[in-house]
């Protein structure tokens, strides 16, 4: 792989892991029953980790790799929640093709592009993975433009989905055959821990805990849901929708209700009374609070869950003065299809090109003083410009304009635009070098969009690359003690 390649790859740990801890199994009867219906052990820790249904990128590969080194770390079982009340196409791959296209100069060169291929027959888009039915199809191609090892990798991940053609439905499919698909990297590190044991999300519904915690929402719908709510205003980063405390069904719940079709619905109070238990399903929040308070003893997250789960933790903590969570950890990485041998500039790079050319035109001073070729500490890419910040000169003429009033007001507005005419006209050249900068990268932003991408499918990715993030995972963990 080119020597720049892995500059631009990582794992990360939040908190580090010799910090990971894991709780003693519960004793409460409906967690221990809970159990007993997921199918989970109730003689020994057990750490969760989970996702939803798909052929997953490397990000979510670190967590199963996470999962194999923590159950080994902490003597615990593992297990894998199928986030199967979700909407998808399990059977979606992205991959990398290729076009030629002509640049500016006139040359013409080629460059990558993402395409998408569905390897299962299509599904209705608005029922829930879980009860799409598992299947499998005829032999599907990439276009010809794809290269022989992506083609064999697609082959790859059409094999492991046909092998479990047989599965409750397609998330079950997808999971499966991404845990197969997996399993080399996996079998070279694993001692004593098995499979994961895969948990439907739907199956929740049906397990002690739900019936307690679906008892105190119906018994008090409204405390519920501003709760629930106010968790969600603490923690605007987490971008979570609100729910809607008022309607003529009474409040909205965090629950799906999921039809005879398999097309989920949301929750109001007033659907509590005729709809069958077992035809609801839990949303995210109400996923994880089962699964941290009675389902396993460790919860390894994504990035995406790190944000949202302190939100269920608030939830949970002021409705119903539940604390008594197993621990939570996110781990993530970056793996990158090695596709071409110099570096484009970043998406990061691109953006700021285009706005240092934007802001070198309300600030030209500081910025043609400071244009000396590629930034100091940066690469080939670079604004060309150390730091951008707004001159004495420019901050006088707009602290003059934002104290006056009336006539006064407007002939000093006209003061700081002449001055900045003059200075853009003083400064034509290196202005215009900026801009051309600029211009240069944008013609590169699709290309560095797609080999920046980390969401490539891990299958499609170099084998030595998986294998290196398995290596780094489970080096960290197992060098820390608990």
Not at 226 to 246: C, E, F, G, K, S
Not at 341 to 351: F, G, L, R, S
Not at 370 to 382: K, L, Q, S, W
Request: charged residues 25%; aromatic residues 6%; contains cysteine.
């Amino acid at each position: 792989m080119p020597a720049w390649f892995s500059s631009h790859e990582s794992v990360s740990f939040d908190p580090a892991p010799p910090e990971w801890r894991c709780r003693a199994a519960p004793t409460d009867p409906d967690l221990l029953a809970l159990r007993r219906e997921l199918g989970l052990p109730t003689d020994r820790p057990v750490v969760m980790s989970g996702h939803q249904a798909a052929i997953w990128h490397a990000g979510i590969a670190a967590k199963v790799f996470a999962l194999d080194a923590a159950s080994e770390r902490f003597s615990a079982a593992s297990a894998w929640i199928v986030v199967d009340q979700d909407l998808g196409t399990p059977g979606r791959l992205a991959y990398p093709s290729w076009k030629t296209e002509i640049g500016a100069d006139g040359a013409s060169r080629r460059a990558p592009i993402r395409r998408t291929l569905d390897l299962l027959p299509s599904a209705k888009a608005d029922v829930v993975t879980g009860r799409q039915s598992a299947l499998r199809r005829s032999a599907v191609q990439p276009d010809d433009a794809a290269t022989p090892d992506t083609r064999e990798s697609i082959g790859r991940v059409a094999g492991a989905l046909a092998a479990h053609a047989d599965a409750s439905g397609r998330a079950m499919q997808a999971t499966r055959a991404a845990l197969d698909l997996l399993g080399p990297f996996r079998r070279e590190r694993l001692l004593d821990v098995g499979a994961p044991v895969l948990v439907s999300a739907l199956a929740l519904s049906c397990t002690p805990l739900f019936v307690r915690l679906f008892g105190a929402m119906r018994d008090d719908a409204g405390a519920c849901t501003a709760t629930y709510n106010a968790a969600v205003a603490q923690h605007p980063d987490a971008r979570l929708r609100p729910l809607a405390a008022a309607t003529p069904r009474g409040p909205e719940l965090p629950l799906w209700r999921i039809d005879d079709a398999g097309r989920r619905h949301p929750v109001f109070v007033s659907d509590l009374g005729d709809t069958p238990r077992e035809n609801l399903a839990p949303r995210a929040l109400t996923m994880t609070a089962l699964l941290r308070w009675g389902a396993c003893d460790l919860f390894i997250h994504g990035l995406g869950g790190g944000r949202y789960d302190p939100v269920m933790e608030r939830w949970l903590a002021d409705w119903l003065g539940v604390r008594d969570l197993a621990p939570a950890v996110v781990v993530s990485a970056t793996r990158l299809l090695p596709m071409v041998d110099e570096p484009p500039p970043t998406p990061e790079q691109v953006a700021r090109a285009r706005w240092a050319a934007h802001h070198a035109r309300h600030d030209p001073v500081i910025a043609v003083e400071r244009e000396t070729g590629p930034a100091r500490g940066d690469d080939a890419y670079g604004t060309g410009i150390e730091t951008l910040s707004v001159s004495d000169k420019k901050c006088e003429l707009a602290d003059a304009v934002a104290r006056a009033t009336g006539p006064e007001r407007a002939a000093r507005f006209r003061a700081m635009h002449q001055w900045l005419a003059e200075q853009r006209a003083g400064r034509a050249d290196a202005l215009r070098a900026l801009d051309a900068r600029a211009a240069a990268l944008a013609e590169q932003a699709d290309l560095a969009n797609v080999v920046f991408d980390r969401t490539w499918p891990f299958p499609l990715l170099p084998a030595e690359s998986m294998r290196s993030l398995a290596d780094d995972i489970h080096t960290q963990l197992r060098a820390q003690t608990a």
